[in-house]
């Protein structure tokens, strides 16, 4: 019986990207919750009675385990219930973080083409491959955009006037996270 071949070692530079993307993902799902909550916390108005109440804190102890995906479709329908704007362009900027953050979560990495490129070995669950090599730049943009898209979510959370806590933050870190 043969064994497998080792994965290629990425490059520190290709590795340091993957960290710093992944982190990104991790503030977006943090970002989400929140959003979740003080959307739908929103909702349930001044007057909730006991048993409304009781509903949505067992909703809200669910989704500290939900998945990037998930939780994604639970603030769309917080936001569409909540009136709370446009989704259109949200719902597409993190539709394609959830393919991006399971391709970068999930691949398995090989050398590319190019000195400096690397090519992710993933199969989606539509049985598509990613075509292209990618370098750190490509997963640091992955990063950026996971990061302004978080922001925004942070914004929404914000304008509902209820913000709740971050996880293991000081009073003033929310500011640090950007926002």
Excluded at 61 to 69: M, N, Q, S, V
Excluded at 157 to 176: C, F, L
Aim: hydrophobic share 40%; glycine share 8%.
């Amino acid at each position: 019986m043969t064994l497998p071949r080792a994965p290629d070692r990425l490059s520190d530079e290709m590795a340091i990207a993957i960290g710093h993307a992944v982190s990104g993902f991790g503030f977006l799902e943090e970002a989400l919750k929140r959003a979740i909550f003080s959307l739908t916390r929103q909702g349930l108005g001044e007057a909730a009675d006991d048993a409304a109440l009781h509903r949505w804190l067992k909703r809200m102890e669910d989704i500290a385990d939900d998945t990037l995906g998930t939780l994604i479709d639970s603030f769309l329908a917080a936001m569409r219930q909540a009136q709370a704007g446009r989704t259109e362009d949200l719902a597409k900027r993190l539709a394609i973080l959830r393919n991006q953050r399971n391709l970068l979560c999930h691949a398995s990495w090989r050398p590319g083409k190019e000195p400096g490129y690397w090519h992710p070995t993933f199969i989606n669950t539509k049985g598509e491959r990613y075509p292209d090599d990618m370098h750190p730049r490509d997963v640091l943009a992955i990063r950026d955009e996971t990061l302004t898209v978080a922001r925004r979510v942070v914004s929404i959370m914000r304008g509902t006037g209820i913000e709740g806590e971050w996880a293991g933050w000081e009073e003033e870190a929310p500011d640090k996270a950007g926002g």
